[in-house]
């Protein structure tokens, strides 16, 4: 039976974690969409790992109050691979599919990139943060579905200077700088990488591509500049295979 599942953040838990309030959106679906009633088990994760069977208590249209029963097993496990996944910033709803396939596809962390050639440009901070936001909500909502009890971050959109700078400064982390030039192919890539790392930055570009000075100062730092091969992908195509690929040969998709 498929599992009836609500997310939570930590601090919607009472400090014993005996009970726990579902507000807004879940509150909503699982009272007018699901048509549930006091007393009927459903589970809630928290997004940092944890999921519980829980029973209804209290149901209004607004709020639910639910006591948790037990803790339990997230109904799909975390890849051992902790990805990180940087992307150029894309238009429309390309970005949005990006964050929804990569949370099914086991990512830790989505961090959006401003890069020469990407395809749009934010107002200001505001607009910024409204996109991280609806980013956040679409992981949140794939983790719900895919069976994760982990929601991956969205980090606030960053440089592409920055993400070199900050991301090569972590030793523990393997950079990956997927380009459709100037490449090795990623298999000749693996083979230089220490196996017993399970932390990684993977960077995909922008339709545009990358510039000249972009490859150079990623490949300065030292980041490994890979390529997928001789077809030129769209970026949203390539940001979904590059997962892929990685959690097949360092993750747990087989």
Request: aromatic share 6%; charged share 30%.
């Amino acid at each position: 039976m498929t599992r009836r599942r609500f997310y939570a953040p930590p601090t919607a838990f009472d400090n014993k974690q005996d009970s726990v309030t579902l507000i807004a959106d879940e509150s909503r679906q699982l009272r007018e969409v699901l048509r549930l009633k006091p007393g009927d088990e459903v589970y809630v994760f928290n997004g940092d790992g944890k999921e519980f069977l829980s029973r209804i208590e209290e149901s209004r249209r607004d709020t639910a109050r639910l006591q948790i029963i037990r803790e339990v097993e997230p109904s799909r496990p975390e890849s051992q691979l902790q990805l990180t996944l940087a992307l150029a910033l894309l238009k429309g709803e390309k970005f949005d599919l990006v964050v929804q396939k990569a949370t099914e596809l086991g990512v830790t962390c989505i961090m959006p990139v401003m890069t020469k050639y990407a395809d749009i440009r934010l107002r200001d901070e505001s607009d910024a943060a409204k996109r991280v936001t609806r980013w956040q909500r679409i992981a949140m909502e794939a983790a719900k579905q895919s069976g994760r009890a982990v929601v991956p971050q969205v980090a606030r959109v960053i440089t592409f200077a920055s993400l070199i700078e900050t991301t090569s400064e972590t030793e523990q982390s393997i950079c990956l700088m997927f380009s459709e030039r100037d490449g090795q192919l990623l298999l000749q890539a693996k083979e230089q990488l220490a196996p017993d790392k399970k932390q990684m930055t993977a960077l995909v570009g922008s339709e545009g591509g990358w510039s000249d000075e972009e490859i150079a100062t990623a490949r300065a730092a030292g980041w490994a500049v890979v390529t997928l091969g001789g077809r030129t992908l769209r970026a949203e195509t390539a940001a979904i295979a590059v997962t892929v690929l990685l959690q097949h040969i360092f993750g747990d998709l087989v």
